[in-house]
């Protein structure tokens, strides 16, 4: 049952602004777009904007050039508990741009829908974690901990806005998270990890007429991907499938042969590299998966002709479970049943988040849950359910008043 601070805090939600600053939002481009030097510091900039507004504490730090993360920070009058909510200011690419019914950043309103790149993955998330925010100073009410909402750059990438943060120190002032990533409103307390990892074979060069002269790499390539296939399964039988994250996966990605030069019909490379794409359930760890797969190129190159592999992890984020009765976690599930009356749906996120490295740095406790359609991310005509949008807004707002406890209303 809602309170009547709670309530007071509702009742400063104006559901049109929420809309209104979530459109202007999306109406900036933030791809980053390496080649122009284009990024995210104008979406920044509305964030830093806005949080200047509320007089909340701001800190601006530059990760890269043109990309900024933004943090702001309301502060309780005691030391208390820091909630964070995090969000992203990076979309993708908008792609091939006559392929949309609706403008990519123009941010049109149709059939309670907002349409536009980044609306659901995830403006719309971070905008209501700032209107969250704006009503309860509006509100006039004050806590008894702290709010951190971080807006950080490369979420789409390599993640190098949330690895700015916790190697800055912020982590280690947060005492529990929420990710305001698109999960159509489902609780998700658990999500997949990930490791790239970089396999590249070295044979000898020959002339394809006299193979015998050299040894051939994509033989050595294609022996070490059947291993894969083979610990995929291997992987899938010790674990099991998950109720929420499915089943761990091993996916060759990207094979090159030669690795570097031109390819020639009758030349036998010196080098064939594949890419592999793990993904991670709660169980495995990219520190145990890299032995695994290590271990597996020893034995390789033990039994067959004269090749050298090469293992190169290029990002591993391990897979994150937070339990139920975590305070953050069933703090969501009781507000979510007070706002609509229903049990909440739970869920998994089968890619990763910047929790992931909250989580795997600075053990922060954390849960998934934002407006959006889950499916919907990085697809043509991206949209935002406005209801969802302005549910999550209130979500977020009791979340935060349950969590770090009312000071005075």
Not at 66 to 79: D, E, K, Q, S
Not at 152 to 160: K, T
Not at 312 to 331: C, G, K, Q, Y
């Amino acid at each position: 049952m809602l309170s009547e601070v709670e309530k007071k805090v509702l009742a400063r939600i104006d559901a049109d602004a929420v809309v209104e600053w979530t459109r202007e939002l999306v109406r900036i481009p933030s791809v980053y777009r390496p080649q122009t030097g284009e990024g995210e510091e104008a979406a920044a900039l509305w964030v830093k904007q806005r949080f200047e507004q509320l007089g909340l504490e701001t800190h601006w730090e530059v990760v890269a050039p043109g990309r900024p993360n933004v943090i702001g920070l309301l502060h309780g009058p005691t030391g208390g508990r820091t909630l964070m909510f995090e969000g992203h200011t990076d979309v993708v690419t908008e792609g091939d741009i006559t392929a949309w019914r609706h403008a990519p950043f123009a941010a049109e309103v149709e059939d309670g829908k907002i349409y536009g790149r980044g609306g659901n993955d995830m403006k719309g998330g971070l905008v209501a974690a700032i209107s969250a925010v704006k009503a309860i100073v509006d509100s006039g009410v004050k806590l008894n901990g702290t709010i951190l909402i971080g807006a950080v750059v490369d979420e789409e990438g390599r993640m190098l806005g949330i690895k700015h943060f916790v190697e800055h120190g912020w982590g280690e002032r947060v005492s529990a998270a929420i990710i305001c990533e698109p999960e159509d409103m489902r609780i998700c307390a658990s999500q997949k990890g990930v490791m790239w990892a970089r396999v590249t074979v070295t044979g000898r060069m020959a002339h394809g007429a006299m193979p015998l002269t050299g040894v051939n790499p994509i033989y050595a390539a294609a022996a070490l991907l059947t291993e894969m296939r083979k610990l995929e399964a291997e992987e899938i039988s010790r674990l099991g499938r998950d109720q929420y994250l499915g089943q761990p996966s091993i996916t060759p990605t990207i094979i090159q042969s030669p690795v570097r030069g031109e390819p020639q019909n009758n030349v036998m490379p010196a080098q064939c590299g594949f890419t592999l794409d793990l993904r991670l359930l709660p169980g495995q760890s990219p520190e145990d998966m890299e032995a695994k797969i290590q271990a597996i190129l020893a034995r390789l190159q033990e039994q067959g002709p004269a090749f050298e592999a090469e293992l190169d992890v290029i990002e591993a984020r391990p897979p994150t479970a937070t339990p139920r009765d975590e305070p953050v976690v069933a703090t969501v599930d009781a507000v979510l049943r007070d706002l609509t009356g229903r049990d909440p749906v739970y869920g998994g996120v089968p890619g990763t988040t910047d929790g992931t490295i909250l989580h795997g740095r600075n053990g922060v406790p954390i849960v998934t849950v934002g407006p959006g359609n889950w499916l919907i991310p990085h697809h043509v005509d991206e949209y935002l359910e406005i209801d969802q949008l302005v549910e999550a807004t209130k979500l977020y707002a009791v979340a935060a008043l349950r969590y770090l406890g009312v000071a005075s209303a």
